[in-house]
């Protein structure tokens, strides 16, 4: 096996860097780098994606005729690795990542042709109605209720933990239509424009002082009927097809191998208990190279699933495999970034002062440049944010009973 890259991709490689660097501007790629979970600045995302979609890079993994790339696995990897090595926001998910494979299977020519093109230039921006108060990882007992009306449905109920519903102007939700035999037969995916009156948002305040969470209430709301992805009754497959995406449809292996790296050169400049760099402890030495060994075998195994993905890009069952992979993992490196951090790991405050001043979080300096007090300072949040790493998306304890079932066949 030839683990080197051909002259095409050494060629792609630095078309990669060379636009990186004259398009990530340092507002941006401080953003990215001070992001502490899986959701960057969404101002500096939209921004980054404006600037993605003019490259048409902003969808890599769409079919071309949808606005995507013909891009190889390599190239796709290489585009991973380079653009989070540089700092560059990530995207928001929702859209590109995740529904927008939906509509490309399930949905309509016309309902094609008006979502793709909008999710894709950011004018329309979406967050995902799944959990509830009562229903989270066992998602088939939700209760938000679509009574058909006509040519409508009228929906009533909540949903919880939605992500920048406080942003997004359209939602994407599942909604029971039907009582009527298993939990799972009477749900109905659904889009929902967020300005159609009886939409209530109510968002949360995090640790950081950050607004990334929300409650959505919905009181008689009217949606068209034009607006189902699939079938009446038959959302539970569709809802299942999406989660491929949010489970496994990106690589984790170039951000937690970016964040191992990290680790290794703010350790070199932590004292431990005996005066040495803790890069230097033995122990400590012993816990990042076990990180940094799971990482490559994750990459190994994403490459291997990516290259082998159906058509659409799903990779099935497998995609639970690399969640748990994934989230465990990065729980153990912002275990390992607290450690380095040491004393210095404060709780963050979006304008908090520390030792050597403030932080300021929405007032970048010219060269993007994140200091090693702040990215100190940070490490308690992003430990509490991974927390939820292995809840979200489907609970890693449902993840095992899946690849039990669809994959051992237990």
Not at 313 to 335: F, P, R
């Amino acid at each position: 096996m030839d683990l080197n890259w051909s002259p095409e991709e050494q060629a792609f490689e630095a078309e990669v860097r060379d636009f990186l660097s004259t398009s990530l501007t340092p507002d941006l790629q401080r953003a990215g780098r001070l992001s502490t979970s899986v959701y960057a600045d969404h101002h500096a995302s939209m921004k980054w994606q404006e600037i993605l979609v003019k490259k048409g890079w902003a969808a890599p993994h769409w079919a071309p005729e949808h606005g995507g790339t013909d891009w190889t696995v390599a190239q796709h990897y290489i585009w991973n690795r380079e653009r989070i090595a540089a700092g560059a926001p990530g995207l928001s998910p929702m859209g590109i990542s995740m529904v927008a494979y939906v509509i490309m299977k399930y949905g309509t020519v016309e309902q094609q042709r008006f979502f793709l093109p909008r999710i894709l230039s950011g004018e329309i921006f979406f967050c995902q109605g799944y959990s509830e108060p009562g229903s989270g990882s066992d998602l088939a007992s939700l209760q938000t209720s679509a009574v058909e009306d006509g040519d409508d449905l009228i929906i009533n109920g909540q949903k919880v933990w939605t992500t920048h519903a406080n942003e997004a102007n359209w939602i994407f939700a599942l909604v029971r239509t039907s009582k009527e035999g298993r939990p799972q037969q009477g749900i109905t995916f659904l889009l929902i424009d967020m300005t159609t009156p009886g939409v209530e948002v109510r968002p949360f305040t995090m640790s950081s002082g950050e607004q990334i969470q929300n409650a959505v209430f919905f009181t008689d709301v009217r949606v068209p009927k034009a607006n189902v992805m699939g079938e009446i009754n038959r959302g539970w497959s569709v809802a299942k097809y999406l989660l491929e995406f949010e489970r496994g449809g990106n690589a984790y292996a170039p951000a937690l191998k970016a964040r191992a790296d990290a680790i290794a050169r703010h350790a070199a400049e932590t004292t431990g208990s005996d005066g040495a760099p803790l890069i230097d402890d033995p122990v400590f030495a012993a816990k990042l190279a076990r990180a940094r060994i799971r990482a490559d075998v994750l990459e190994i195994m994403e490459l291997r699933l990516l290259s082998a993905a159906d058509g659409d890009g799903s990779v099935g069952a497998l995609s639970s495999m690399m969640k748990i992979m994934g989230t465990e993992l990065a729980g153990t490196l912002t275990e390992l970034t607290m450690e380095a951090a040491g004393d210095r790991g404060l709780v963050y405050q979006p304008h908090a002062t520390m030792p050597g001043g403030p932080v300021p979080r929405h007032h970048p300096p010219e060269d993007g440049y994140v200091s090693g007090e702040e990215w100190h300072a940070l490490a308690p949040l992003r430990y509490m944010n991974e927390r939820a790493g292995p809840i979200y998306a489907g609970s890693n304890e449902i993840q095992r009973n899946i690849i039990a079932k669809q994959v051992l066949g237990l």
